[in-house]
């Protein structure tokens, strides 16, 4: 092997060529047809490697071989002019628009542009000025609606969270379906590490600076992906980062952004009942349930003050209240106290320049972003430099540098006790959450106990269990501090040793280390009582390297063709060491900033060290074929090698794909003014992916062995240490997960090019899908890691376009993108479902044969044989025993609809997305409702005939009573905290009854902008080149039968299971503005 | 050029297969460990099934125990379906049952058999046996093994049979006299054969119980723990530290993961043995007299909190954070013996309570107990008569002798999974059982359900899978 390296490094090496000697000096220009100069047209002497490019007035100037050389000047878009140089040495020359060439450009999956017209597949590409006008701090996430059959799920607003990126629907169950992120040639990490449902992590794309994008290439099928075998199962993002051009003077742009976020939606709790049960007001209950707070007497509250006592941490004193009277209520001021308008400031330095063999960009940005949760944070900080010289006629070098760090503080979440709205939406609206913390004085001569935390359970912080956390807590005495440093290094190397081929060697690494510091101070609640402290630093590495070889020729006027090979080396690694420590010999809170390791007792420290690494490695190929200017066929085949297959596995795996434009507009008479361009195409590849690292051996584990519902024994403390199989059991002969996909569409343009139509359905199939296959309990082991199930996705794209009006001053565009997937599991080896990942005890995600990917499952209504519910004697419906599905979180389909005005330096963009006919547990109104808090609870009713409770006490006509009267089927029955507290709440629930409409319609964006250049430019005289100002709102308007919280919410994060909410933090909305300035 | 290209590109495609080789070996874990090591960790397991949730919940259908919040409460009010039951199942067959063959299969490619095999042996009969008492039939020739992909449910009372057999074979193998596990691994009794074979004994009248198979139950108990003479000193109990990660698992489950607010235990419960009438929420129910203060094992199971009454996490509590967990004890030993020998003659059921009463009497299982609050004088056959200190409703005496008996197991095994037996055992035992009443509904839980789990890949469960309030076989 390191042999061939050898050899193909001789090989660049010899190739070194030489330049051709010159004779004459011609200069000349380069314009449009209004006048406009052309920046980077082609001049080539014909028949000779000897050319240049316009600058940036559109100038020239080359030395050719004499009067007779010819010169051909081309540029994309335009038709080529061949002009006979002759006596002339000043020339001036006008370009035409190459209507039959108006089409994209598009950047395919290895990084070479090509005519979208000539691909047999679907892409679509979003510019710079899509990303910059979305004004979204994440890359991710500008994304949104942009394209069709992708889909961007948004976990919460918190600051700096990652995104969950879907092309044409999941293709695998554990392993990542989401694209391969590939910037400038080298495939980077888009990690999610320590996805979970207590934090909203990141995003590893989200280290990119939006601003120096360039272009983003979705390359959305199996065979525009192909050639990336095994990490292309879920397309390809190719990412174009911005470059100085060639002869440019320098240009240095400062741009600021300044965002306000705001939470978007709050959830319904009420505020007409106090904290209590069964009418009564109760200190220190879980529910709601207590008494009208506006019946109360209004006067003072009456304590017990002759014994215990809590003074918190202002020193107010409270005492065990005796009857409630105060009628206050503090809904709002505790909100006030754990919310706030977030928003971000990011500033953007960028410079670039270039003269006739270099040309360089280099930007500085820093991101700086406070949540709507008070005391989140993001912070991102970057720096980048690329440049390009022209080492030779033939070498070309380019390489680029990336560095970034981020710094964010991140607020727990969802299912757990110290997250914040859990805490938050129990807490009874009679309840101040203000003394969070503070010393119990167990009577009046007793000796404060220290630090304890005060909560609506734990109301003068009597018990050292707070049960759940006062948010006041969980924003000031927890916190979860991710520092990220990470550089992004690449070099490609060109050299063209004859005209009619280019090799190409492609170096990079992408590298990062993570550090996160977790902290709870103690007298946090559940198992954090006591302290503890979590800290990790992971390290990761990709180094990927391809060596390409591409040749072109035409054969005659109507056949041409290229060829390319490459070989492909990719490596990973990751190394993660931790320690975590719990129960504090010295009280350390957060406050201290003492992070020591040293501050618990040997038993209760932990450390963890794991190292993993793979290799891939391929050898690959590509050939185009075009005929008649009307047929072009593409073919590429992969061969794949790769460490995690383990050695017994037949080893070179084949991702071959194929794909057929047909441009049938160019049949003779086809063509017209009303038909400008028509194009089918047809593909089929097949792409694949891994299976994970290590799984083809048995392995022992010191195992840990724990209950439901808490209790865990650590093996390792027993005995003399402990080991014993892993429950999760590898097999040797792993294949890839297969995917093969066959895609048929057509692209359309109408009315003069003003009317784009793309239309695309696509089928795909994966086989051999690679998962932890359920096994048996009884059998003595969880899970069994194989190709085991397949599944199948079928869907249409289509994106329309069109320009209604373009004239000197006003341009006005629409275009509509609409989007369907249906997903079938179609084998799962017999057993009846698959638990995904993640989700709630309650409900999960579950792959179920003849079902969609990631169907919420969970207990349900007990029916019949025909479906009819069973009742019980009361009216009320039965739960089933035995769980199923209850619900269907992937939507129907999906669109969006994008519309922008311009008129002269005014423009205006609007987009609306939809989300139709997804479903969603609504689980946090599931526990609100269970405990009284949710505010439809806050009802009451008058019957006008005797109704049975749950519990079967009758409640006679006439009389009033809190809840509500509701017919299942069996008759009116009584709504009441008893059915709640059981199975019509959430803990002993029948969750089906909560499955609601999860579809949403949104403004996603409005976007106006001014460019205010010439007028600066007229009034100051100063030569600026632009000054660009604008206002976006983000996420203005929802519409959705959801309640109380964004229903792109997911209690798995980012994760291909959705579906769930459970006190997931809130989404938000933004007001945004930016102002730009180019000199 | 061309020719270049293509012996590269050759060249690379057959040599790739080298650089991907031998890199999927995971360097974090072993592929194998000596067979003590397994075996610890399946006594770690059996903790867990034997002292934790499945205790809990069996103390909720026993009426011990009252869910108050969240999940729990549902639990109490019978709302359950089968993944609430996955963790039971799942720490049976796979953290104990299958280390425990893991550990055989070790053991003997070690060359070891003898005592580790009893012990194994013993284990396994105790976690299949129990299952066997929660569920009903379940696998037991093809449980723990992977071989077998849809293991098959054997019927209860065949599973009972060989329950029996195993600890017989178990008996033989601890006899053995050879293969006693390295010193420290085995965590129970360090490996020792003869405490094992108590525990074995005790165990078979514990399963003859619950076929009520009194007399054979009599007749094993009769080797069982303290035969030899030392009272408790050979229990089975769960060792407990004080790291993170070795406490007892009561208190892990009230005090450190919050289920406080959840559970407590019941009003029925604590009403029996609190002498504190103005505390003693129903004080009727109090059973102590003139030879009877229930004091010092009230303060030792059971202490006030902010949720009501619950076991007693505090130093010299049931749930203090390092308490041994009652498994399977001399106490249940002799109250087998009180009881089936009841079953046959007054006069020996009689003595053996009075046994029990001697051990408690001088502090029995409590922990540092104060000698004052202690009080069980020897009952003589009197009180057992019409209007005795114990028939106060004129029952005959031999039902009041055993209702006092089955009083006193429910007290004594408080916590433990054998209180759910009793209680569905004796069901149809009207005078002589101890009162609990549902909850809600009309009916006791009479198992646990299915683990969904399982249903979703093992064909074999039986299908529909029995609800919670249909007996098992035994208890017909």
């Known amino acids: ?1079 | 050029m061309k020719k270049i290209i293509a012996i590269t590109f050759v060249t690379i495609l057959f040599s790739c297969a080298d650089i991907v080789d031998d890199l999927n070996q995971n360097p974090n874990n072993p592929t194998s460990a000596p067979y003590e090591f397994v075996l610890t960790s399946a006594e770690v397991g059996n903790i867990i099934l034997q002292t934790g949730e499945a205790s809990r919940r069996a103390g909720i259908f026993a009426g011990q125990f009252t869910g108050i919040g969240r999940q729990h409460l549902a639990y109490s009010s019978y709302t359950l379906s089968a993944a609430d039951f996955d963790s039971q199942w799942r720490t049976t067959f796979n953290s104990v049952v299958r280390n425990l063959i893991i550990t055989e299969e070790l053991a003997s490619s070690q060359g070891v058999d003898g005592v580790t095999i009893g012990i194994t042996g013993v284990i396994k009969a105790m976690a299949l046996g129990t299952a066997a008492s929660l569920w009903g039939d379940i696998p037991f020739d093809q449980a723990g093994r992977l071989e077998f992909e849809n293991p098959a449910f054997e019927a209860q009372s065949v599973v009972y049979g060989k329950v029996q057999a195993m600890l017989d074979q178990a008996i033989i193998n601890l006899s053995a006299g050879t293969g006693r596990p390295p010193a420290s691994t085995e965590i129970y009794f360090d490996g020792s054969p003869n405490a094992w074979t108590q525990v074995a004994y005790t165990l078979k009248a514990r399963f003859y119980m619950h076929m009520k198979d009194y007399p054979s139950a009599y007749t094993a108990a009769q080797s069982g723990i303290g035969s030899s003479g030392n009272f408790d000193a050979n229990d089975l109990k769960s060792p407990h530290g004080t790291a993170a990660g070795d406490q007892n698992v009561h208190y892990q489950f009230f005090e450190v993961a919050s289920r406080k607010s959840d559970l407590i235990t019941s009003n029925f419960f604590a009403s029996i043995i609190d002498s504190n009438l103005g505390r003693n929420p129903i004080p009727a129910n109090y059973r102590g007299h003139a030879k009877t203060n229930e004091t010092a094992r009230y303060n030792y199971l059971l202490q006030t909190t902010g949720f009501g009454v619950q076991p007693n996490t505090k130093t010299n509590g049931f749930a203090q954070i390092d308490t041994s967990a009652p498994i399977v004890t001399y106490a249940e030993n002799i109250l087998i013996l009180a009881e089936a020998g009841a079953r046959a003659d007054f006069n020996t059921g009689l003595a053996h309570l009075n046994e029990f009463r001697n051990y408690m009497a001088n502090g029995g299982y409590l922990k540092n107990p104060n000698p004052a609050n202690i009080l069980y004088d020897p009952f003589v056959a009197a009180d057992f008569d019409n209007l005795g200190i114990e028939n106060p409703d004129g029952i005959s005496p031999i039902d009041a002798l055993l209702r006092e008996i089955m009083e006193e197991r429910y007290i004594t095994l408080f916590g433990q999974i054998e209180v759910f037996n009793d209680v569905r055992r004796t069901r149809n035992e009207g005078i002589i059982r101890v009162p609990v009443v549902p909850n809600t509904g009309s009916q006791l839980p009479q198992r646990f359900l299915y683990s969904q789990d399982e249903i979703n890949t093992n064909s074999s469960v039986p299908n529909p899978i029995p609800g919670l309030f249909e007996s098992t076989d035994v208890n017909n």
């Open chain 1, 1 to 1079: 092997m390191i042999k061939s390296l050898r050899l193909l490094f001789l090989t660049l090496a010899c190739l070194w060529g030489s330049s051709v000697m010159a004779q004459q000096l011609v200069r000349g220009v380069v314009h449009d047809t209004a006048d406009n100069p052309i920046v980077g047209v082609n001049v080539v002497e014909q028949g000779t490697t000897n050319g240049t490019i316009t600058d940036i007035d559109g100038g020239f100037s080359i030395t050719v071989s004499g009067t007779s050389a010819v010169l051909n000047f081309s540029f994309i878009g335009y038709k080529s002019v061949v002009q006979t140089v002759g006596s002339n040495t000043s020339l001036t020359i006008t370009l035409e628009e190459d209507v039959s060439q108006l089409s994209e450009v598009v950047v395919t999956a290895l990084g070479f542009e090509e005519s979208k017209d000539e691909l047999g597949y679907a892409t679509s590409t979003v510019a710079s000025d899509v990303i910059d006008g979305a004004a979204e701090s994440t890359v991710l996430n500008a994304l949104s609606g942009k394209s069709s059959g992708v889909r961007i799920s948004r976990n919460s607003g918190d600051p700096g969270a990652g995104a969950y990126i879907q092309i044409r629907g999941i293709s695998s169950l554990e392993r990542n379906s989401q694209p391969l992120i590939i910037l400038d040639g080298i495939p980077i990490s888009n990690d999610v590490r320590g996805n979970n449902n207590n934090f909203a992590q990141q995003s590893r794309l989200n280290d990119i600076n939006p601003n120096d994008i360039e272009s983003i290439s979705v390359l959305k099928g199996a065979s525009a992906a192909a050639l990336w075998g095994t990490q292309a199962l879920g397309g390809v993002l190719y990412i174009t980062t911005k470059s100085g051009q060639l002869n440019q003077k320098m240009e240095v742009n400062f741009k600021s952004t300044y965002s306000v976020d705001q939470i978007n939606r709050k959830y319904p709790i009420q505020s007409t009942f106090g904290q209590g049960t069964d009418g009564n007001y109760s200190t220190g209950t879980n529910y709601s349930w207590g008494d009208k707070i506006s019946e109360r007497s209004g006067a003072a509250d009456e304590f017990d003050t002759s014994g215990a006592f809590f003074i918190d941490q202002e020193g107010t004193t409270h005492y065990p209240i005796l009857t409630k009277n105060s009628r206050e209520i503090y809904d709002d001021r505790n909100f006030d106290k754990v919310f706030q308008n977030g928003g971000f400031l990011e500033n953007n330095f960028s410079l670039s320049s270039g003269n006739k063999s270099s040309s360089m960009y280099l930007s500085l940005s820093d991101l700086n972003q406070s949540g709507v949760i008070r005391n989140a944070d993001y912070r991102r900080t970057t720096a980048s430099i690329k440049a390009s010289h022209q080492l030779n006629s033939i070498t070309q070098l380019n390489t680029s540098f990336k560095y970034t760090k981020t710094n964010s503080n991140r607020i727990r979440r969802s299912v757990s006790n110290n997250g914040l709205y859990l805490g938050f939406l129990r807490n009874p609206a009679d309840f101040d959450i203000s003394g969070y913390r503070g010393d119990y004085y167990a009577s009046s001569t007793a000796a404060p106990i220290t630090n304890r935390q005060r909560s609506y359970r734990n109301p003068i912080g009597a018990s050292t269990s707070a049960v759940f956390n006062n948010p006041l807590w969980t924003i000031n005495e927890q916190e979860n501090d991710a520092t990220v440093d990470r550089f992004i290094a690449s070099m490609n190397l060109t050299v063209s040793p004859v005209k009619w081929m280019d090799l190409i060697a492609r170096i990079g690494v992408d590298k990062y280390g993570e550090r996160t510091n977790e902290f709870y101070t103690p007298g946090s609640a559940s198992t954090f009582v006591s302290g503890r402290m979590d800290k990790e630093l992971a390290t990761n590495s990709v180094f990927n390297m391809d060596y390409i070889a591409k040749a072109s020729k035409a054969f005659n006027s109507d056949f041409d063709g290229d060829i390319l090979v490459g070989f492909n080396y990719n490596h990973q690694e990751r190394v993660v060491d931790g320690a975590t420590i719990s129960n504090f010999i010295v009280f350390t809170d957060v406050a201290d900033g003492i992070k020591d390791i040293d501050n618990a007792t040997p038993e209760n420290r932990e450390v963890t060290s794991s190292f993993g690494s793979e290799r891939t490695v391929a050898a690959y190929t590509s050939g185009n074929l075009s005929a008649y200017n009307m047929l072009f066929l593409n073919a590429t085949l992969r061969s794949e090698w790769a460490s995690s297959f383990g050695s017994n596995s037949d080893k070179a795996f084949l991702f071959p794909s194929a794909s057929l434009a047909w441009q049938f507009s160019k049949l003779n008479g086809f063509q017209s003014k009303l038909f400008s361009f028509g194009k089918l195409r047809l593909s089929y590849a097949e792409v694949g992916v891994q299976p994970g690292r290590y799984n083809t051996f048995a392995e022992y584990v010191s195992p840990s062995y724990n209950d439901q519902h808490g209790g865990d024994l650590t093996s390792g403390l027993f005995g003399n240490g402990a080991f014993a199989p892993s429950s999760n059991l590898g097999s040797l002969g792993l294949k890839p997960e297969r995917k093969k996909e066959i895609e048929i569409g057509t692209d359309v343009r109408l009315l003069d090019n003003k009317l784009s139509i793309g239309a695309t359905y696509y089928t795909n199939k994966t086989e051999d899908i690679l998962l932890s296959f359920p096994l048996a309990p009884s059998r003595g082991y969880d899970e069994l890691y194989s190709n085991a199930a397949s599944m199948q996705n079928e869907g249409i794209e289509i994106e329309t376009g069109y320009n209604l009006l373009r004239t000197a001053d006003w341009n006005i565009n629409v275009s509509l993108l609409y989007s369907k997937n249906k997903n079938e599991i179609t084998n799962l080896v017999g057993a009846e479902s698959f638990a995904l990942a993640t989700g709630l005890s309650g409900v999960n995600n579950r792959a179920v044969v003849g079902q969609q990917h990631g169907i919420l499952w969970g207990p349900r209504i007990l029916r019949g044989d025909d479906g009819s519910i069973i009742f019980d004697a009361n009216g009320f419906p039965l739960r089933d025993d035995v769980e199923g599905v209850i619900g269907d979180p992937n939507p129907e389909w999906q669109g969006s609809a994008i519309g922008s005005v311009s008129y002269k330096n005014l423009s205006l963009s609007v987009l609306f997305e939809t989300f139709q006919g997804a479903d969603i547990f609504a689980g946090t109104q599931s526990v609100l409702t269970d405990y009284g808090r949710w505010g439809s609870t806050a009802g009451e009713a008058t019957p006008s005939q005797n109704l049975l409770t749950y519990g079967g006490t009758v409640i006679p006509a006439g009389t009033t009573f809190r809840g509500t009267i509701h017919n299942f089927g069996a008759g009116p029955v009584a709504l009441t905290q008893e059915w709640y507290n059981g199975p019509g709440g959430f803990f002993g629930g029948n969750h089906e009854l909560y499955i609601q409409d999860g579809s949403w319609t949104r403004l996603r964006e409005l976007t106006i902008s001014y460019k205010l250049g010439p007028l600066l430019k007229s009034v100051t005289g100063l030569n600026i080149k632009g000054f660009d100002v604008s206002a976006t709102g983000r996420n203005l308007i929802l519409w959705t039968q959801f309640e109380g919280n964004d229903p792109d919410t997911n209690v798995s994060g980012v994760s291909s299971s959705r579906g769930i909410d459970y006190f997931n933090n809130p989404g938000t909305k933004s007001y945004v503005f930016s102002a730009s300035l180019t000199f």
